[in-house]
């Protein structure tokens, strides 16, 4: 029996740190239907960062603020990602299984600031070349097929959450000779 139920609090304690295997692995697939463990463990992801976003609760639990987190960052061998962006237009609320891109366009984008990861307690120089859409197909929290079209930053996120699900860290993306060298003969803007 999984320990993150509904009434588990996911705390920095829970949260694997670079250098684990789990980290670097092709997680395995989840059996559709989801069993109600499946399903208990990605809402409890999601309110981990519904939490990490809450400015008191973060403080009270000494959260670091994440907007995506996939269940090999807690240790479990399961491809899915929970995803929460909240701002002042919207709120964005993803619990995914099994999610696979099928499309992207050409062009890319990347942060300005780089990106950074729960997984990884220090800072990380570098621009990651990411695609500015894609098109993903997963299965949703009840089991049903969904198909999701995302740009921009929401992109971004997604691709970061389907790396972990493939044993790849966002600094992987990063030129080794020069951080902040864009990839040529390609169309790529920043994001901001």
Known sequence: MSKFTKDYMITM?????EGAPILRKVVDEVQMPPTEEDKEELMCMLQFLKNSQNPEI????????????SANQIGLNKQMFAVYIQSEQE???????????????????????????????????GYVPRYERI???AFDINGEEVVIRLKGYT?????????????????DHINKENPFKLPENTDIQSLY
């Open 13 to 17: 304690k829970d949260i694997v740190k």
């Open 58 to 69: 973060a403080k009270k639990h000494h959260l670091r603020a994440g907007v995506g987190l």
């Open 91 to 125: 709120e964005l609320a993803y619990t995914l299984f099994n999610p696979k891109i099928v499309s992207h366009s050409v062009s890319m984008t990347y942060l300005p600031s780089g990106e950074g990861c729960l997984s990884v307690e220090r800072e990380v120089p």
């Open 135 to 137: 098109k993903v197909k």
């Open 155 to 171: 992109a971004i996120v997604f691709q970061h959450e389907m790396d972990h699900l493939n044993g790849i860290m966002f600094y």
